[in-house]
């Protein structure tokens, strides 16, 4: 477990400064660079990581800090404050927590700003939650896990957690994010955890665990990590903490899994589905994005563009975010996530959008309409699926149950429906209206409004439908 403390700085840092708080932090500690210099590490003389700081990042909108540390905290902050994190070890004969405010206090004092510190919420009477390994987010290393620890009441993609995952998952480690009952995650981390080996960790007041996503009872195994509970009477269910009722109310989330190709091309510029989708249910395209939180980045193609050609054939990952309380008043909260990889033919998109509703409001279905004429007529258009849930207005997730997603509608691109015929594909269970060229449509299939009790029926009978021909 780590102690983490935030610097919100009015002013960049110099060198100097930094110099001086790490003094401040612990005199007697050697520096350490590493990450090329992005990360600060102190050590004790015995070599044991003391204290990691990472470097300053500039936010595109100060927002950012509202959402991930506490709703206000930006309010005496410029409009692009500098967010400097300090994290120390568990360590029982080191005060690291006092160390990382001093530093936090020094950049401060100097540059104006805030600090910010999370109420701990979980007890250290856990040997699993307290130990220490040479990577600053991570608490311990089993022969199957790397387990982070992270007590914080927003736990999001820190570049921690991002750098944790490529040292470790290298080694063919899976991730264990570990939270009090009382955590949520952001859904950056939420998308990147659902689709690793990773598991959601949580502390129950009880003091047991339970997986984050399902309930299910969680015990520690020496040389793997947390696991289900071999001795689980099927009957005792998920724990009472995750089946507690939310505190806030909540609203309709509207989740769209799309995948788009692209040829390649020397004035292709990725990113434009992500603002025609946005643009289309949301009101307003993206304003910030980034490859780990806070998003530091203003929303910008041509750069996204850049990374993504600066990282292939590798994959690019990031995520993108509206501004909440932007110049649109009637714009609505939304938060994605966007995968560029190659394929043999070209470029492919991945995104992965949920937006948020107001209380009590319903999601205008009728806007897909266009959208999907607009992607049938540029082509690509591999899936799109949409479907219906509740969840939180700020889009966290809860370690509780908030109900199953039900699907709204599903669309085909050309390719799967000459896979699957074009006659075939117009007569299925679920009636499909054809868009774009004749020869090579987008067939869109409306399953309902989310709401009707048998649409994962008529999904699954859908989707065995479109099976290819060979196939069934």
Do not use: C
């Amino acid at each position: 477990m780590s102690h983490d403390v935030i610097a919100l700085l009015a002013e960049s840092p110099d060198r100097r400064s930094l110099l001086d708080a790490l003094a401040q932090a612990g005199p007697k500690l050697r520096v350490r660079l590493v990450a090329e210099g992005a990360v600060v590490q102190l050590r004790d003389g015995s070599g044991r990581l003391v204290l990691a700081v990472q470097a300053a990042q500039r936010l595109a909108v100060s927002s950012e800090a509202d959402r991930l540390l506490a709703d206000g905290v930006s309010d005496d902050l410029p409009a692009q404050p500098y967010w400097v994190e300090a994290r120390g070890a568990e360590l029982d004969d080191t005060d690291t927590t006092g160390m990382a405010r001093r530093f936090a206090r020094h950049l401060v004092e100097r540059h104006g700003g805030t600090l910010w510190e999370p109420e701990s919420r979980l007890p250290r009477d856990d040997a699993h939650l307290v130990g220490v390994t040479d990577h600053p987010a991570v608490t311990a290393v089993t022969g199957k896990n790397a387990v982070v620890v992270q007590d914080r009441p927003v736990v999001s993609l820190s570049n921690w957690l991002v750098d944790a995952l490529a040292v470790h998952g290298r080694d063919g480690l899976g991730l264990q994010v570990v939270t009090p009952s009382t955590s949520v995650l952001t859904h950056a981390l939420r998308s990147f955890l659902g689709k690793r080996a990773a598991t959601w960790v949580v502390r129950a007041p009880d003091g047991r665990y339970y997986d984050g996503f399902n309930g299910l009872p969680l015990v520690w195994a020496d040389g793997t990590g947390f696991v289900p509970d071999p001795g689980l009477d099927p009957e005792d269910g998920p724990n009472e903490a995750f089946r507690v009722s939310p505190d806030d109310e909540p609203v309709v989330l509207l989740h769209v899994d799309l995948q788009i190709d692209h040829a390649v091309r020397g004035d292709l510029e990725l990113g434009g589905t992500v603002e025609e989708l946005t643009a289309s249910l949301a009101g307003v395209p993206p304003s910030v994005w980034g490859t780990a939180e806070p998003l530091t980045r203003p929303w910008d193609r041509a750069r996204i563009t850049r990374t993504a050609r600066g990282r292939a054939p590798g994959r690019t990952w990031l995520a993108f975010s509206g501004q909440p309380g932007g110049p649109d008043e009637d714009a609505l909260p939304f938060a994605g996530t966007l995968r560029v990889s190659r394929t043999s033919a070209g470029v492919r998109e991945h995104v992965l959008l949920t937006v948020a509703h107001r209380p009590g409001g319903e999601p205008d279905l009728d806007a897909l309409i266009p959208l999907l004429r607009e992607l049938a007529a540029q082509g690509g258009l591999r899936t799109m699926t949409v479907l219906r849930a509740l969840g939180r207005a700020d889009l966290t997730t809860p370690p509780r149950w908030a109900g199953v997603p039900v699907p709204v509608g599903l669309a085909v691109g050309a390719e799967g429906v000459l896979e699957t015929g074009r006659d075939r594909a117009l007569k299925a269970p679920v009636e499909g209206v054809a868009y774009g060229p004749r020869l090579t449509p987008v067939v869109w299939y409306r399953i309902g409004d989310g709401t009707e009790p048998d649409s994962w029926d008529r999904f699954r009978a859908l989707m065995e439908h479109l099976r290819p021909r060979e196939a069934s």
